[in-house]
């Protein structure tokens, strides 16, 4: 049974941060790309940054600069670091596990951010 477990979301004021976490279990994790998606009350999911399995890194540009995503395979697990916050950053936020060859695909169940003062 697979399952992608996310934490560390929350309240934080702008210009603050937060470390999402994602715990994957049930996958071969170090053949997956991993990604952290986010959806805001009346818009689209939109891929915020993804790793592929050798560490390759992409951001979405309004997060530049300010997210830095990681992954380490020792403990299954993917890191989303987002700094200076803003209240634009505020919604649900998905890890997600592709593995394109075996074309499989897995959704976390979420964890807020609410970026406000």
């Known amino acids: 049974q697979v399952q992608l477990v996310e934490s560390g979301g929350g309240l934080v004021q702008p210009g603050g941060s937060l470390r999402l976490s994602c715990a994957a279990s049930g996958i071969i994790f170090n053949r997956y790309a991993m990604g952290w998606y986010r959806q805001a009350p009346g818009k689209q999911r939109e891929l915020v940054a993804s790793?592929?399995?050798?560490?390759?890194?992409n951001y979405l540009e309004s997060v530049k600069g300010r997210f830095t995503m990681s992954r380490d395979n020792a403990k299954n697990t993917v890191y989303l670091q987002m700094n200076s916050l803003k209240p634009e950053d505020t919604a649900v936020y998905y890890c997600?596990?592709?593995?394109?060859?075996?074309?499989?695909?897995?959704w976390g169940q979420g964890t807020q951010v609410t970026v406000s003062s």
């Open positions: 997600n596990a592709d593995h394109q060859l075996l074309v499989l695909n897995y």
């Open positions: 790793i592929t399995s050798s560490g390759r890194t």
